[in-house]
């Protein structure tokens, strides 16, 4: 061989293996969500659940219109899942390594407030690009600015104030209102717009019980008997997994539902689990219109369908949050490979992409229409507990639905600032 | 009044639930001196191994009552076969050793039997909520309670006077205590240390997996419910002193009397209320309540 067949030889080596590489890139998405501990149960594992099955789907080509795409664009999806479980500075350095040391190209993840308040700065130091599908606290974007990371999921704001607009939309009292919420980020958000919405909604309603647990506390005997103390027409709670079952299995025998109108912000998820141990009557919300709530639509039903054969049981709130997440964030990928050339785009080119984009979920259409198109906005839904004998499983009646400008703040306005305002700008039906 | 009258029964009720978990690792530090960080681990494996039984026996349809028997049968259980496990083939290669190397050593086996716990049960919730409602509820002025909280009364005394008997009027408690006083001398008096120190370690995971599996009942089953209770526990021997049965009696009093009238007449300062007893204790009485002054051996 001739040293320029020999050199002829090794690029048409070297060109196959280019060949072989680019036909095997993957798109790597980091998923980062609760695996262990208490939150687990309720919301990490059913969402990690929710990621895997519709990431296969994806992969397959197998999801319905506009997602028909096979994995990202053609590019086949592999997930790296991550524990949140750890603390946020933790979490902090297990972002860093999904970024550097796995050499993921996008981050989907967290559902603990201060593991999105403490991850959001870093990911944006790094210039890489993340999507936060859960956590519920509005001040992320409302007092910080991101070029790079995005929140495909409304915030507390609405789950409180939908919370309020549903009582008073069906005339329930709410003279005294005693609450129970955990000492945490998500708790003292969701207590102080609730009490908020209820003084704009309801002027001259009073605060009587405000009970602060720690999170996991597992023994609420006191803090029932506090709350069965101080008589009250509402009682309002954003408990949520654990807690909150053990709590629903400690109250109901003490009467506390017959003597109060109980109303949670997030309980959609505890109802397959307590099943007739949910006491009937109960107001509840799912951060969104999820679950038994959800909208009826050929998406939705492939969704419901793929997840409750997956799995023996129906999608609840956490696994809808995280298809959405999926959903927009393939639209984006692909509008921004497109942009690309068909090539994997730039934490930028991504940014580009999501920012003020729309989609329709299983839930509803996503719109990035908050925080210069960083934070979604969605509809969202409250519905009233009762056992159904002949299903053997605790429905929702009474369901409302409330669109995404009649509970989710404008463009610009603070969530706390627009319910104190009256809700200037809202658009309800 | 009614005030008070509530703030008492909530401070026993909870202190109870309290004083069962603590009462095992108080006995496991006097007698083995180790500060067992997996506590909490034994505690929700007698949760999960109850909520395992009660699901047996209730698929016999006997009689409810005995799902009482099955929260028993859940903590004999994980005391039978993973206490003498974990003491014969894990924590004897570290006896004499720095009692900081314990706590890492208990802090590894924490983290080890959360996964396993995890590996075994999944992470879907178990419920068992049958026995709660056995002993009906009980009035106490205008507020309503479960009788089943008053019967964690009555266990919690059961065990507290058990092992205070068992450890002072009997020939083999004589022989835990003189373990206690000293294992190199009950050992040359023909004391069988290494047997002492299986029963006695099996004995507290029992009281934990005791806890865990009263406790069971009350919550949903699942993982996370072992981090909570250790802490507590900690803080309720520590103000007591570590190794002290009364001192954990009234530790987990002072505990749950604190929390009860926080919750009720300051909610905010709840979590502040049990460690700021617990610094108060320390200030006056830095060994603990019932933990007598010792000169440190060197």
Same mark, same amino acid.
Do not use: C, M
């Given at each position: 061989m001739t040293r320029q067949q020999g050199a002829v030889a090794a690029l048409a080596v070297a060109a196959l293996f280019s060949a072989s590489a680019s036909a095997q890139e993957t798109f790597r998405l980091g998923i980062v969500s609760f695996l262990s501990g208490p939150a687990a149960e309720s919301f990490g594992v059913p969402a990690v659940n929710g990621a895997k099955v519709v990431?296969?789907?994806?992969?397959?080509?197998?999801?319905?219109?506009p997602y028909s795409k096979v +994995?990202?664009? %053609?590019?086949? #999806?592999?997930?790296v899942y991550v524990d949140e479980n750890g603390g946020?500075?933790?979490?902090?350095?297990?972002?860093?390594n999904l970024y550097d040391r796995e050499k993921v190209d996008a981050v989907i993840g967290y559902v603990g407030s201060g593991d999105c308040l403490a991850v959001a700065p870093a990911a944006e130091e790094m210039k890489k690009f993340l999507i936060l599908y859960d956590c519920g606290t509005p001040r992320i974007f409302e007092d910080g600015k991101y070029s790079y990371v995005f929140r495909t999921a409304s915030h507390a704001v609405m789950d409180n104030v939908a919370l309020a607009r549903y009582l008073k939309a069906r005339n329930v009292k709410a003279g005294t209102i005693n609450y129970i919420n955990q000492d945490y980020a998500w708790g003292h958000d969701s207590r102080n717009d609730f009490k908020a919405a209820a003084a704009q909604l309801f002027p001259g309603s009073k605060t009587g019980a405000d009970l602060l647990p720690k999170f996991g506390? +597992?023994?609420? %005997?006191?803090? #029932?008997?506090?709350?069965?103390?101080?008589?009250a027409d509402l009682m309002h709670s954003s408990l949520w997994g654990g807690d909150l079952q053990a709590f629903i299995l400690q109250a109901a025998p003490r009467g506390l539902f017959k003597r109060t109108q109980a109303v949670f912000s997030a309980a959609d998820h505890v109802l397959p689990g307590l099943g007739q141990r949910m006491p009937d009557g109960v107001i509840l919300g799912a951060r969104g219109a999820y679950g038994l709530m959800s909208p009826k639509s050929a998406l939705n039903d492939w969704w419901w369908k793929l997840y409750s054969d997956a799995y023996g049981v129906h999608p609840v709130q956490a696994p809808y949050r995280m298809v959405q997440a999926l959903l927009g964030f393939k639209l984006a990928a692909e509008k921004a490979m497109a942009a690309n050339g068909g090539k994997k785009p730039t934490p930028e080119q991504l940014a580009a992409a999501l920012k003020g984009s729309e989609w329709e979920s299983p839930a509803g259409r996503i719109r990035m229409a908050l925080s210069d198109g960083h934070q979604a906005i969605q509809d969202t839904a409250i519905g009233r507990t009762k056992y159904d004998p002949k299903k053997k499983m605790v429905t929702l009646v009474d369901i409302q639905r409330f669109p995404a400008e009649c509970v989710n703040p404008p463009a610009?306005?603070?969530?706390?600032?627009?319910?104190?305002g009256g809700f200037k700008g809202a658009k309800c039906p | 009044m009614s005030t008070l009258v509530t703030i008492l029964v909530d401070g026993v009720t909870y202190a109870s639930w309290l004083f069962i978990v603590a009462l095992g690792l108080t006995l496991v530090f006097g007698v083995l001196k180790i500060l067992n960080?997996?506590?909490g681990s034994f505690y929700a494996l007698g949760a999960y191994a109850a909520a395992t039984c009660v699901a047996w026996f209730g698929a016999l349809e006997i009689s409810p009552w005995l799902s009482l028997f099955a929260l028993l049968l859940g903590a004999v259980a994980i005391a039978a076969v993973l206490a003498p496990l974990t003491e014969r083939g894990l924590l004897r290669f570290f006896y004499g050793r720095d009692e900081v190397l314990l706590v890492?050593?208990?802090?590894?086996?924490?983290?080890?039997?959360?996964?396993?716990?995890?590996?075994?049960?999944?992470?879907?919730?178990?419920?068992?909520?049958?026995?709660?409602?056995?002993?009906?509820s009980v009035q106490v002025g205008a507020l309503s309670y479960v009788g089943y909280d008053f019967a964690l009364i009555a266990v919690a005394v059961a065990c507290g006077l058990g092992v205070w008997w068992g450890l002072n009027r009997t020939r083999a408690g004589k022989i835990v205590l003189a373990v206690i006083h000293s294992a190199e001398i009950a050992a040359s008096m023909g004391v069988n240390v290494g047997r002492v120190y299986t029963l006695a370690f099996m004995f507290g995971i029992f009281l934990a997996a005791l806890g865990g599996a009263l406790t069971a009942p009350m919550i949903s089953v699942q993982p996370g419910v072992s981090v909570g209770v250790v802490i507590v526990s900690f803080a309720v021997v520590i103000i007591g002193g570590l190794g002290s049965i009364e001192g954990a009696a009234i530790g987990a009093l002072?505990?749950?009397l604190a929390r009860a009238l926080a919750v009720h007449t300051w909610p905010e300062a709840e979590l502040f209320s049990i460690y700021g007893a617990m610094a108060v204790v320390l200030i006056f009485r830095p060994e603990g309540l019932f933990q007598r002054v010792k000169a440190r051996r060197i």
């Open positions: 990431i296969e789907a994806f992969n397959k080509g197998a999801a319905p219109a +994995g990202f664009g %053609g590019v086949r #999806i592999e997930p946020a500075t933790k979490q902090v350095q297990e972002l860093r506390a +597992g023994q609420y %005997g006191t803090e #029932i008997s506090a709350l069965l103390s101080q008589p610009g306005v603070k969530g706390e600032e627009w319910i104190k | 960080i997996a506590h890492l050593v208990t802090y590894a086996l924490f983290l080890v039997l959360e996964d396993a716990t995890k590996l075994v049960w999944g992470v879907n919730p178990y419920f068992v909520s049958e026995p709660y409602g056995l002993f009906g002072i505990v749950g």
